[in-house]
């Protein structure tokens, strides 16, 4: 983890940190994964970008919880985003399914 905010219960990831690894440091920052697939191999951004869930219908997947992003684009430039800030790109940065015309 980079950082938490549990006050606002937001914390930055690195993409490639495996969900197993997150569990003691939330908890010790007193915040947690709202929700979880069975399988916690895969890294955080691999999760949210194929849809991972978990159970109970009124839990939504790992990338609704997404809330901001730093991406490389094609061109090597980084760019932030958020759902106020490159609204676009944080569309399809949260989840990665291409959508059919």
């Known amino acids: 983890m ?7 219960g937001v914390a930055a990831l690195r993409a490639g940190t495996r969900i197993s690894a997150l569990g003691a440091p939330l908890r010790a920052a ?39 992003a730093r991406v490389v684009l094609a061109d090597g430039e980084i760019a932030a985003c958020d759902a106020r800030t490159e609204p676009e ?11 059919s015309a």
């Open 2 to 8: 980079v950082r938490v905010d549990a006050e606002r």
């Open 30 to 68: 007193g915040v947690a994964l709202l929700n979880q697939g069975d399988i916690d191999r895969q890294s955080i951004a691999g999760a949210a970008a194929t849809g991972t869930h978990g159970t109970g219908r009124q839990l939504q997947n790992l990338s609704a919880s997404v809330v901001g």
């Open 89 to 99: 790109l944080f569309e399809v940065v949260g989840l990665s399914l291409a959508r």
